[in-house]
């Protein structure tokens, strides 16, 4: 199942993203689910995030294929 784990994680009373420790957990917790996927997609509309960028290198590692996609552009 695809989850973006930034929308989960940064709800009110979950993580909150500003908090330099709390982000590091909410990273953590969006790259584990990495090491049950079969790809990493990037949708790249918005431009790449840091975060973004620890999700491709951990995919590169795992080894796992990174796809990028746009929303807005076929």
């Known amino acids: ?9 940064t ?6 993203d500003s908090a330099p420790e709390e982000r590091r957990m909410g990273i953590a917790a969006g790259l584990a689910w990495g090491d049950v996927a ?5 949708y ?3 431009g ?3 975060g973004m960028e620890y999700g491709i290198e951990a995919a590169h590692e795992a ?7 746009s929303i807005e552009k076929p």
């Open 1 to 9: 199942a695809p989850i973006a784990s930034h929308l989960l994680y």
């Open 11 to 16: 709800q009110p009373t979950i993580l909150d």
């Open 38 to 42: 079969n790809v990493t997609v990037v």
């Open 44 to 46: 790249t509309d918005l």
């Open 48 to 50: 790449i995030s840091r």
């Open 63 to 69: 080894p796992r294929p990174v796809e990028y996609r």
